[in-house]
């Protein structure tokens, strides 16, 4: 198995799509007004999946910066929220569980946070490829302020992630060598990506 590392160019076009998804979401924030300033609850422990090994791999570009211990304290917390998840699941209901991330309210990796945590919040729309259009309403807050101020026949002020969305599959792409179709989808939890260590994929028989 060979590790997955997104470093160098990879990294740097990782970190410019992180920055355009801050830019969006900022503009969006301002002109709507809307702030996480006093919020009641932590959205760290909405039920999330990630799908891409760029991510995975910039995650735990952040988690081995931690020392030893608090890497194992991390890891710990990950299992009980694995379990707890899976209960929930298995009770068909939606896991609502804070991230093994999270310490009295902030995010131990901020700056190494995945897509889904920089752009929950606002609302935001996407075009899947197959052309299906998404949208997204925003945290219980937001909606509350849309549904107040801004709702109108051509829908509210939002983030279009499609762009954002084709640059890391673009990215994703390449960090695979041009092979993801190859490899097996990902469908994890920041906590799964954690247990199971930095993404690796196999390596073809050409590079043995
Ligand atoms: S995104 Fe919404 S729910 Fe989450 S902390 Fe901010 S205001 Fe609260
Ligand atoms: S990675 Fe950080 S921002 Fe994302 S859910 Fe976990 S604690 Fe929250």
Same mark, same amino acid.
């Given at each position: 198995?060979?590790?997955? @590392?997104? +470093?160098?160019?990879?990294?740097?076009?990782?970190?410019?799509?992180?920055?355009?998804?801050?830019?969006?979401?900022?503009? @969006?924030?301002?002109?709507?007004?809307?702030?996480?300033?006093?919020?009641?609850?932590? %959205?760290?422990?909405?039920?999330?999946?990630?799908?891409?090994?760029?991510?995975?791999?910039? &995650?735990?570009?952040?988690?081995?910066?931690?020392?030893?211990?608090?890497?194992?304290?991390?890891?710990?917390?990950?299992?009980?929220?694995?379990?707890?998840?899976?209960?929930?699941?298995?009770?068909?209901?939606?896991?609502?569980?804070?991230?093994?991330?999270?310490?009295?309210?902030?995010?131990?990796?901020?700056?190494?946070?995945? #897509?889904?945590?920089?752009?929950?919040? @606002?609302?935001?729309? #996407?075009?899947?490829?197959?052309?299906?259009?998404?949208?997204?309403?925003?945290?219980?807050? %937001?909606?509350? &302020?849309?549904?107040?101020?801004?709702?109108?026949?051509?829908?509210?002020?939002?983030?279009?992630?499609?762009?954002?969305?084709?640059? &890391?599959?673009? =990215?994703e792409n390449d960090l &695979? +060598?041009?092979?993801?179709?190859?490899?097996?989808?990902?469908? =994890?939890?920041?906590?799964?990506?954690?247990?199971?260590?930095?993404?690796?994929?196999? @390596?073809?028989?050409?590079?043995?």
């Amino acid at each position: 198995m060979k590790e997955i @590392v997104v +470093a160098g160019p990879m990294l740097h076009r990782l970190s410019r799509i992180y920055e355009e998804m801050e830019t969006e979401y900022n503009r @969006v924030a301002v002109q709507l007004g809307f702030s996480c300033e006093g919020c009641p609850d932590n %959205c760290c422990d909405s039920y999330f999946e990630h799908h891409t090994y760029a991510e995975w791999s910039y &995650l735990w570009l952040g988690f081995r910066h931690l020392p030893a211990e608090e890497q194992q304290e991390i890891l710990l917390r990950a299992e009980a929220y694995q379990r707890a998840c899976e209960d929930a699941l298995a009770r068909e209901e939606r896991p609502q569980v804070m991230c093994p991330l999270n310490r009295q309210g902030r995010c131990i990796l901020y700056p190494y946070r995945l #897509m889904v945590c920089r752009t929950h919040g @606002v609302p935001a729309t #996407m075009t899947r490829p197959d052309g299906r259009r998404l949208r997204f309403p925003g945290c219980f807050r %937001c909606q509350e &302020l849309v549904a107040g101020q801004y709702q109108n026949e051509e829908g509210v002020l939002c983030v279009e992630r499609t762009p954002l969305l084709r640059q &890391l599959a673009m =990215l994703e792409n390449d960090l &695979l +060598a041009g092979r993801r179709h190859l490899y097996p989808k990902i469908r =994890l939890t920041i906590a799964q990506m954690l247990l199971q260590g930095p993404p690796s994929i196999p @390596v073809p028989h050409c590079e043995r």
